[in-house]
């Protein structure tokens, strides 16, 4: 079943946890990302096992309701009062999820940081804050050819779907894996 073996992570900024972490502890206010800067989420479909060829309908199927998902909360922060972009009441979600993954010993306390929800509730308010577009791409299943020999254990036979805040891909001036590649590369401790 691949919505069990996807994951989901923020690439970019890549210091993200760190600044969530800092809003939360009230050492950073909101915006905690800046009107000029990419972000990019990225859901990895096949974590574990890879997607079969089997997989690929029900991966692109997933990957089609979250990107509904994400764009639902796009707009529902961009037509809301202003309430719903208030750092106090953002900050409170953060420790109210935080809360909730303690209480059901999910992740712990420690990964509120680096949960999905937040992550993309994050994307979502970001991109309503400064009324910016954004834009889905899924690729795959990855093909050994198209990694690099650092990454290939990590997503051959994926499928990746990336999130920016951009227009289109035109807006990036690279290919949208690219942050993805690196972000592998770099938790593979492959600097």
Request: charged fraction near 25%.
């Amino acid at each position: 079943m691949i919505v069990a073996d996807s994951h989901m992570a923020m690439v970019l900024p890549d210091d993200i946890s760190a600044r969530i972490s800092d809003f939360v502890a009230g050492r950073r206010g909101f915006p905690f990302i800046e009107k000029g800067e990419t972000m990019c989420v990225m859901y990895l479909y096949g974590k574990t096992g890879g997607v079969t060829d089997a997989d690929v309908k029900e991966a692109t199927e997933l990957a089609g309701r979250t990107a509904e998902q994400v764009s639902a909360d796009v707009d529902r922060y961009r037509n809301s009062s202003k309430a719903m972009l208030d750092p106090e009441y953002i900050r409170s979600k953060f420790v109210n999820r935080g809360l909730q993954l303690a209480v059901e010993k999910k992740h712990g306390t420690g990964r509120l940081a680096g949960d999905p929800a937040v992550l993309a509730d994050c994307f979502a308010q970001h991109v309503a804050f400064y009324r910016q577009d954004h834009f889905f791409g899924l690729y795959g299943p990855l093909k050994e050819a198209e990694l690099t020999a650092d990454i290939r254990a990590a997503l051959v036979r994926r499928m990746v779907m990336v999130c920016y805040n951009k227009k289109s891909e035109k807006e990036l001036g690279t290919h949208p894996l690219i942050p993805v590649y690196v972000w592998f590369r770099d938790r593979a401790g492959l600097k």
